[in-house]
């Protein structure tokens, strides 16, 4: 059974940096694309960044690109996002997400496996 595990979140003050951890077990994630997802209160679910674990592909949101970097240790199973010049509309929980057969990346209904989220709060 595929198991994501969120973490890092917290609250930080606008221009600040947080680094957001998913450890993934359950699986051989070397043919998964794994995403990060975030929700706010009141708002849909919405793609932030994705990364293809065999080649290390990545993708960004327009609204995160040059602010934000996905990336993944495969020694630890593990997928990152390092939030850096986080601004107030960032806050959101935050999901980490995997699948085997995504083929965009971009659509939260392409993956099968979720976390259980982590907030995200950065205040003005």
């Known amino acids: 059974q595929v198991q994501l595990v969120e973490s890092g979140g917290g609250l930080v003050q606008a221009g600040g940096s947080l680094r957001l951890s998913c450890a993934a077990s359950?699986?051989?994630?070397?043919?998964?694309?794994m995403g990060w997802f975030r929700q706010a209160p009141g708002k849909e679910r919405e793609f932030v960044a994705a990364?293809?674990?065999?080649?290390?592909?990545?993708l960004y949101a327009d609204s995160v690109r040059g602010r934000f970097t996905i990336s993944r240790d495969n020694a630890k199973n593990t997928v990152y996002l390092q939030m850096n010049s986080l601004k107030p509309e960032d806050t959101a929980v935050y999901y980490c997400?995997?699948?085997?057969?995504?083929?965009?990346?971009?659509?939260?209904?392409?993956?099968?496996?979720w976390g259980q989220g982590t907030q995200v709060t950065v205040s003005s």
């Open positions: 990364i293809r674990w065999s080649t290390g592909t990545t």
């Open positions: 359950g699986r051989t994630f070397s043919r998964y694309g």
């Open positions: 997400a995997a699948d085997q057969s995504a083929l965009t990346l971009r659509r939260h209904e392409e993956y099968r496996y």
